[in-house]
């Protein structure tokens, strides 16, 4: 069973409480992964959130969600785009779609996204 839980969750008391409802099962960690976190403090998220702000002038807010995303295979990934308020939820969906507009936009802001990232260098 996939479990995901919040970042302030510890697994442990997840796999208590599992138990606790589970009658005839038992709950067992095989393979736990804590929660894929990352502050909109750093200067990554700082970054996105300058660029979707110098195209939009939207508020520079971030969104949480709840689905697994390829961001959590990078330590500071996280998921950017290209759902903008009002619209209507379509990702993953039967007739998924964007309108122009909305592509656009995305692609300005990235475009934008890319320049303001491409000349930092990594400390690494």
Known sequence: MDV??????????????????????????????????????????????EAYH?????????????????????EEGVAFGALFPGEVEMAHQADEFISEESLFKSARIFARAIVRLAGKKSEE
């Open 4 to 49: 995901r839980y919040p970042v302030l969750f510890s697994p442990e008391r997840m796999f208590e409480l599992l138990n606790q409802r589970l009658k005839y099962l038992k709950a067992t960690d095989e393979h736990t992964r804590p929660p894929h976190f990352v502050s909109d403090q750093t200067e990554l998220v700082q970054e996105l959130l």
């Open 54 to 74: 110098e195209v939009t002038g939207g508020e520079k807010k971030t969104i949480a969600i709840g689905g697994g995303t390829y961001a959590q295979s990078m």
